[in-house]
Every structure is written in C-alpha cells, then in structure tokens.
C-alpha cells in the first residue's frame, strides 16, 4: 500500500494528507512510498526479503550482492555461522525442547504470540520468514537470506559495541574470526571498527532492529572511540608493570595474546627533522608572535596642536636664518684655516699654467651635487680656462655631457671645447679608457668608444666628482697612464677626507675640498666673496641642525620606552 | 655543457684582462676589443631594461591599474626627453637647460630631504636606545663633526690645542680608511673566488 513518508520525521500518512500527522510538516512534495508498514511486512510472507534486490536499501543490497558472488564462486568463508545461544534460534517457539523450557520464558513466548509489538521488527520478520519456510516456499533461498540477516545483525551489533577482539573470550573470538569474511573485514576496517565483537554486547542488544542499526549506521555524527584511549583506558585498568592477559593462552593460535611486561615495550616517538633554517624561521616566528603579543606603553596623548606649532617654529626658524644668511650683505668673515696646504698646492699649479695650455676635464658627479661641485670649481677654472686654452671634456657620470657643458659655457668658447664623450668607468673601471691612448681625439665620431685620451697630452687633469669610488678609478689610472700631466681633484666635501691620502702620496697635485676650501681659494685667488656668502649659508644650516639635534635628543628622549624596550631585549 | 661554457668564458676573460695589466703591449688589442664587447652588451642590457620599464608602464596604462596617472608622466617625460634628444642633440643650449633645470633641483631636493631624515633617525635612535654609552658617544660625535667641519674653531699653529683639533680631524679619516681596507680585501677576495669558479655571478 503506498504511502507518503514524512520528510521530516518518517512518519508514514496516507496517500490524501497534505501535512505529517506526527510533525505537520509539508507533504505537497512527497512522491508515494511502496514501503508498507510492520504489519504488512509480517503478513506478506517475508516480502522484503523475497522481493527483487531493487527493495532493498543500497547498502543491503550492495552486501548481499558481494556475499552471493562469495557463494557462487564456493568460498568455505560463506555466511557465518550463529553460537548455539543465537538470539534467533531462541525465538524458534515450536521447538522440541519446548519441554525443557522454564514456565517463564513459556508465559513470555505466549505473550510474544498473542503481541505483535512484544518483539522487535527483525524478530518478526525471521518469525514471518520461518512460518513461510515452514509452507515450503524458496527453502534455500530463505535460509540464505535468513543467515544473512543473522549476519548483519552480528555486525550492527559490531558497530553498536565498538569493542576490540582482544576483550572477548577466546571461543567468541574464534567464532567471529570465522565468520568474519574478507569482504566484512574489509567494510569494518574502512569504517575503523575493531574486527571482533563481544558476545555479552551481542545477547543484550539482541532485540534490536535492523533499521536502528542502519540509522545508527549512517549517523556520521557518532564518532568511534580512538583507539588509543580505549588502549589508555585499558593500561589504567591494571598494574602498572604488566599488560592484561588478552585472548587467550593456546600457544598454538597465532592470534592468541601473552601476558607482556611493560618495562620490555618500547614506545618509539617519531622523529621529528628539524632544519637550521627552518628553526630560523619558526624563532623568528616566535619572536615575531612574542612581540606583537607585548604589553605596550600607551602613547601619550600629545596634543596635535601643539606638535603642529613646534614645527611651523622650527620650519620658520630653518627658512628665515638661511635666508637671512643667504640674501643679507655684509662681508664674509672667513678663518684662516680654510686654505690648506693641498688648496695652496693646486693655487700653485694654477698660476704656473701657460696661458695656452691643454686641459682636460673630467665630469664624474651627479646633477645633485652641481651645485656644490660648481661652486668648487668656479674660483679655479676661472683662474685657469680663458680663451687661449683648449679644453678637452670627458664624463663618466650619466649627464656629465650636460653638466660640464653648463660649466665651461661661460668660461671658453664653445670651438675650444672638445667633447670626448662618456665613459662608463663605475662599470668597466678606467682600463678601457686607458687602452686607448693611441686613438684618436675626434670628439665628433661616433660611436663613444672610439674616443681616448688625446693623444698630443694634455697640460694638467681636473678631476671634478663627487664620490670617493669615481674619483679613486680616475687617480689610478692615469696616474699609471700619464704620471708626468699633473693631476687635481675638486672633490665634495663627503668625498674630500677619503681622497687627501692621495695628495699626501704626491700622486695628486692639488685637491680643494667642499665649499669652505672654496671659499678661502676664492678669497686668495680674486678676493670674490660669491662662494663666502654661500659658505655662510652653510654654516647657518649645520648650526641650525645642530640645534634641533641637541632640542630634539633632550625633549624627545623617552626614558621609560627606552627602558621597556630594553627589558623586552 | 652550459655551466661549463660559462666556466671557461669567466675564466679566460679574468685572466686575460689580468694579463693585461702586466703585459700591455702584447694584449691591448684584445683588451679593446673585449672591452667594445662588454660595453656593447652593457648597451643592449640597456636598452633592454629601457624597453621593459615602457611596456610595464604601458601595460599599467592601457588595462586602467593603480597608480596610471604616474605612468603617463613617465612615458610623456621619456618621449620628449628622447624625441628633443634626437632633435636638438646634447649639445644644444636649450636641450641642455631643459634637463638640467629639473634634474638639478630634484636631485639636490632629495638630498636636502635626505639631511633632515639622517636627523629624525639619529633623534630616533637616541628616543629608542635611550642615554645608553653608544647613543652619547653617536651624539657627542656627531655634533664635533659639525663643529669641526664649520671652521670656526681656530687654534695655534704649535699648540696643544693644535695637536688635539688635528687628532679630532682624523679621526674620520682613520676609521674610512680601515673601511677602504676591508673593502678592498673583500674585492681581492671575490676577485679570487670569481676566478677560481667559487662564485659564479654569472648566474646557472
């Protein structure tokens, strides 16, 4: 009889319902149902069982598929056979032992007769199934299914009890180990289940049904015990120097389990390999996580305002002395001291240059330092470059071209300027240049690499760069390539202390260094004071900055930050 | 075989412009020629990383990223930098005012910029290490470097105080030249180590 299956709960209404009768949940959508209910299923002559293989629930079907193909191939393992106590073979009321049998369990088996829900769903189908078998109806077909549902019912009991076979006794174990087929052993293990059961678990749990077991199946919310808590549980069990006897004490079973000393088991940890880097990386993680997890000061909370104020003053204070210093008139007080004894080398030199002289000047600054560098050279080269003197230009600066031709633009002709082009000496060094002394000085062929040193020489060397590492490929060079054609340097003062060693060693003629040795060469040489003023700019600038480095370290300083952050070191 | 290639290549380049260095005469024509070639790959290394920044720039412009307004300034400044380049030469006073007028100041602005943050950082290093030894002694020498390099100290020319200004003002000078020296035994040593095959910058 068709019915409608709640969705909800299960619960069967008729065809002409509209909600379940049980939850009231909606039945609109439910397609009829085949599945009759437990009293059609007693009254139809074991129907489920006898009915096609497409009755049957997947996982039904899918076992007794497996297990008939076992038969049919004539594997010994077959259907397990049930103990003598089987709970089936006690439900066999028309029995000769009937006789033997207390008045108890006499009054129990009546009742069962007389109530149909006195026994569990299974009882009555085997019930329905012997009555069946006893009208000679499929004999062997209903014995079959009849140890096969003995089976299944011994393993929902496995799934229910979740024991280990080592808690059974050694006729249970042996039993179910030759009961237990390759293709049961095979569904227990992909379900992590222990391939043994207990056969106490069996006899009370013996009335309970084949759907229960199946929901219970299929509930993937109850989680197997571990196995290795049911194994500390057993270790808490007993003494702490020996194992319990397991199984059994037969020598000759391979399976059988022996009494184990504790102290002779040895529990192997796995090895954990840990690279130097990667513990590295997991300290620095660490560190990183110790870190960020730290109590911290809380900032003080400053007024915006007031920081706000502190800086327009300072800023205002920068802007307005350096200007003042810039723009106001006056006479630059310069100190004796900035003429050094290598600034009046190259003042020497200078003056002792012909008035048609060759010069050749290198450009190895970058235009960040133009203003510096032009400032350096402009007392010097407007001591020495005048219209009589031919002046050759060669950069090794990306614009050197730019910035050598801006400098010499107001000093000489532009016909008396030749342009030896650039020269990457921060990439190949000075030797390439150097290797070409015998070409040739044609400033307008191309390509660049052509080009050398003039091969007629040349009367003295300004080396103008900005850096100690340009300045130290140039001196190395041609003072092994021309150590006779006077060399000097009009270095920035970072570069200025690094390059004296030079001088002192005579392969350098003169040096002026930063704008100070300028200012004083500008004094000795026309008595201009265009570079003083700027000299004076500069000293308001590193007087200025001295001061806010001095404000800064005494109102700045946070002692206890520095004290926590100390301690957290 | 490619390391090997690479290998020999390194090897017999070091050690012939090595050679150069002591027999002049003999290798200068190879080393000229050596030397076109590595300025010749260095041009199209170039021209490659030339090439690579305008497609990333125009690849960021025409499929709309982050940030394209950047990108339009820098292919708009390196197309008339290269076309007035081409057309007017380097040599041309206005070409050379063009550049040189906006490379200039940005570049001292930078390193003026760059003044005031060694600043913040050395306050910083003080607010964050406290008035331990090492912060007063950065301190204290950074602000008798400054003195120093002011000038406005004057002094005798055979007195003690003389004597003490020029021990200051060396000061920098030995500790830079102790540097130099470490530098150079680290680049003798890498030299070495290219030569001997230990380090092979020349990539695998």
Known sequence: ?569 | MKKILAISVAIVTGLFVLGGYFFQDQLSPFLALIFDWGILLAGVAGLIGVGYLLRWHLSKLINHKKGRFHSVVVLSAFIFAFVAGFVLTPQNAFYRDLILNIQVPVEASLLAVLAVTLLYASLRLIRVRGWSPMAIAFLLSALVSLTLDLGLLQTGSDSLAADLLGILERLPLAGARGILLGMALGGLVVGLRVLLTMDRPYGE
């Open chain 1, 1 to 569: 009889m068709p019915v409608l299956i709640c969705p909800e709960c299960g619960a069967e209404n008729d065809l002409t319902a509209e909600s379940c009768q049980e939850c009231g949940a909606s039945l609109l959508d439910v397609l009829p149902s085949t599945l009759s209910n437990q009293e059609e299923l007693g009254q139809d002559d074991l129907s489920v069982f006898s009915q096609d293989d497409h009755d049957l629930p997947d996982l039904l079907n899918a076992l007794k598929r497996e297990d008939d193909l076992q038969v049919e191939e004539g594997d010994q393992g077959g259907y397990p056979e049930m103990p003598e106590e089987s709970p089936s073979e006690g439900l066999d009321f028309g029995g000769a032992e009937d006789e033997n049998i207390p008045d108890w369990l006499k009054r129990i088996r009546e009742r069962a007769s007389r109530e149909k829900d006195s026994s569990g769903e299974i009882t009555q189908k085997i019930k329905a199934a012997r009555e069946s078998l006893e009208g000679g109806k499929d004999v062997e077909e209903h014995e079959n299914y009849e140890s096969w549902i003995k089976y299944l019912r011994v393993q929902g009991i496995d799934k229910g009890a979740g024991k280990p076979m080592e808690a059974e006794s050694p006729d249970d174990n042996q039993d179910a180990d030759e009961g237990d087929s390759d293709w049961l052993s095979k569904i227990k293990k992909a379900q992590g289940k222990p391939l043994a059961i207990d056969r106490d678990e069996v006899s009370d749990r013996e009335g309970d049904s084949l759907l229960q077991w199946l929901v219970a199946l299929e509930d993937k919310g109850k989680k197997p015990k571990p196995i290795l808590e049911e194994e500390e549980e057993v270790q808490g069990k007993h003494t702490e120097d020996t194992l319990p006897t397991l199984i059994s004490s037969d020598q000759d079973d391979p399976q059988a389990t022996q009494q184990i000393n504790k102290s002779e088991l040895r529990f192997e940890l796995p090895e954990l390999s840990v690279s130097r880097e990667e513990q590295a990386q997991a300290d620095q993680l660490t560190a990183t996580i110790v870190d960020e997890r730290a109590s911290r000061l809380p900032r003080k909370q400053e007024s915006r305002s007031f920081r706000w104020l502190v800086r327009l003053i300072l800023g205002l204070l920068l802007i307005v002395g350096l200007s003042l210093s810039l723009f106001t008139g006056g006479k630059a007080e310069l100190p004796q001291g900035l003429l050094q004894p290598h600034t009046e080398a190259l003042m020497r030199w200078a003056k002792a240059l012909p008035t048609d002289a060759s010069l050749l000047i290198i450009v190895d600054y970058a235009p960040g330092y133009a203003g510096e560098l032009s400032l350096i050279a402009s007392p010097i080269l407007k001591q020495v470059v005048h219209e009589d003197v031919f002046v050759f230009m060669m950069s090794s600066s990306l614009s050197g071209t730019l910035l050598g031709g801006r400098l010499l633009d107001q000093l000489v002709a532009e016909d008396r300027v030749t342009d030896l082009g650039y020269f990457p000496v921060s990439a190949y060094g000075a030797y390439g240049m150097a290797s070409r002394t015998t070409s040739g000085d044609s400033a307008l062929s191309l390509p660049e690499l052509g080009k050398g040193l003039p091969s007629r020489g040349v009367d003295g060397v300004l080396l103008l760069s900005d850096s100690y590492e340009g300045a130290r490929m140039w001196i190395e060079q041609l003072s092994a390539l021309i150590p006779e054609t006077p060399l000097n340097l009009l270095a920035a003062a970072q570069a200025g202390p690094m390059l004296l060693p030079y001088w002192e060693s005579g392969q350098v003629t003169g040096l002026i260094a930063g704008i100070s040795e300028a200012a004083g060469m500008e004094r000795m040489l026309s008595g201009s004071e265009v570079v003083a003023r700027r000299w004076r700019a500069y000293q308001t600038g590193v007087l200025l900055l001295m001061a806010m480095l001095v404000v800064g370290v005494i109102f700045n300083s946070d002692s206890k930050a520095a004290e926590s952050l100390r301690g957290e070191q």
